[in-house]
């Protein structure tokens, strides 16, 4: 039952993609590369990146992307004692999309996929003649759901919108992204 399931659901799959218009054979081998901009819910701070999209075919892409999230600061100082901590995250994905709507022009996809999500804290303090100082790093394996869309501007040029979830142990975050994209 479950193999006829997943026949059907990958048939309808194939004939929606086939549906869509346009020649099967425009974006195949195509890639998009471009600049992100963020924001994580659960870090609560805005992310800079860069993405890269490959177009396997029309209605099915890879995308490949690096985050860096701004880092939280603190510093203290009491005359006698200072001290200063910095915490820092990043995170790679990789994501397959299903476009199931597009055209020359646009393309709205859902997508699936795993990321891998690094924090990094560090302090340094002194209080006279005395300095310490020391660091932690954390990371973990993420499993990414979402969906977004492509609009083409120009042959070259376009802008691309993504809202996903990064479902990681201990908790999860909403990430919505603006890319700025490049066709080669």
Not at 89 to 111: E, Q, R
């Amino acid at each position: 039952m479950k193999k006829s399931l997943l026949t059907i659901v990958m048939s309808l799959a194939a004939l929606i993609g086939f549906a869509q218009g346009g020649n099967w054979n425009d974006r195949i081998g195509q890639w998009n590369a471009g600049i992100v901009i963020g924001y994580g819910t659960d870090i609560s701070k805005p992310s800079f990146g860069i993405r890269g999209v490959y177009d396997i075919v029309n209605a099915f892409s890879v995308a490949g992307s690096f985050d860096y999230y701004l880092k939280e600061s603190e510093e203290f100082d009491a005359g006698y004692a200072s001290a200063s901590a910095d915490l820092k995250w990043w995170d790679i994905n990789v994501d397959a999309h299903w476009n199931f709507l597009y055209s020359d022009n646009y393309k709205i996809y859902a997508l699936v996929g795993i990321g891998y999500i690094h924090s990094k804290y560090s302090y340094s303090g002194s209080a006279g003649e005395y300095e310490m100082g020391d660091s932690a790093s954390d990371s973990s394996m993420a499993g990414n759901f979402g969906i977004g869309g492509q609009y083409n501007f120009t042959e070259r040029w376009g802008v691309a919108f993504e809202a996903k979830y990064q479902a990681y142990s201990g908790g999860g975050q909403f990430v919505p992204a603006i890319s700025v994209m490049y066709r080669f």
